[in-house]
Each structure stands twice: as C-alpha cells, then as structure tokens.
Nanobody, 124 residues
Framework: QVQLVESGGGLVQAGGSLRLSCAVS????????MGWFRQAPGKEREFVAA????????MYADSVKGRFTISRDNAKSTVYLQMNSLRPEDTAIYYC?????????????????WGQGTQVTVSS
C-alpha cells in the first residue's frame, strides 16, 4: 500500500517562495510518475505539475509554468514542488498524488492515492 506525506506548506508573502515535499512509501517501484494538485476554497481540485520517475519528464499547468518546478529524488522516494514568485491566487491546499496505473497525466482521475495535503497561504 502506498502512502504519501506532504510537508513544507505555510504562510508567505506574495513574491516569496516555498518548497513542498512529498515522501512516498510502500510499493512504489512500479510507478512511473507522480503529481501535484491543489484545491482552493470553493473550487475543484486542479492539476499543478507531474513528473515521471525514470526520465524526469515534467508537465505543468499554464498558471504555474515558469514559476513552479517539480523534481524528485528516487533514492529518498521524495517528490518536491519548488514554488517561486508566489501569488495570492496560489493559496490552496496542495496534494501529492500517485497514479496506480503509472500514467503520466494531468487528469486527477488517473491518480488513486492522495496525501493528506499541506496548506499554502500567500498574502498580498
């Protein structure tokens, strides 16, 4: 059983930076990607970024492209989300997610295991 634990959220001023971490445990060797999503109050959960385990291929939502960077450390079974130039509209709970089928996707329905989330609040 795969478990995901996020950390690194907090309160930051607009223009600031945060780095989120997602520690992955359990049967992870067969996966080929991981994703980050976020959910703001009153809004649906939306895709932020994804990365493959083997070749570190990445993709991003247009809203974060050029500001956020997803990366992974296979030895530590950890995925990171470096967030720079944060804006108030980035305020949300951020979740990492694991696709049981191993797909590299921006579709939240492709992901079957979710972390508990970490709050990111950006003040103006």
């Amino acid at each position: 059983q795969v478990q995901l634990v996020e950390s690194g959220g907090g309160l930051v001023q607009a223009g600031g930076s945060l780095r989120l971490s997602c520690a992955v445990s359990g049967r992870t060797l067969t996966t080929n990607s991981m994703g980050w999503f976020r959910q703001a109050p009153g809004k649906e959960r939306e895709f932020v970024a994804a990365i493959t385990w083997r070749f570190s291929t990445t993709m991003y939502a247009d809203s974060v492209k050029g500001r956020f960077t997803i990366s992974r450390d296979n030895a530590k079974s950890t995925v990171y989300l470096q967030m720079n130039s944060l804006r108030p509209e980035d305020t949300a709970i951020y979740y990492c997610a694991y696709p049981a089928g191993g797909s590299f996707s921006s579709n939240r329905n492709s992901y079957s295991v979710w972390g508990q989330g970490t709050q990111v609040t950006v003040s103006s």
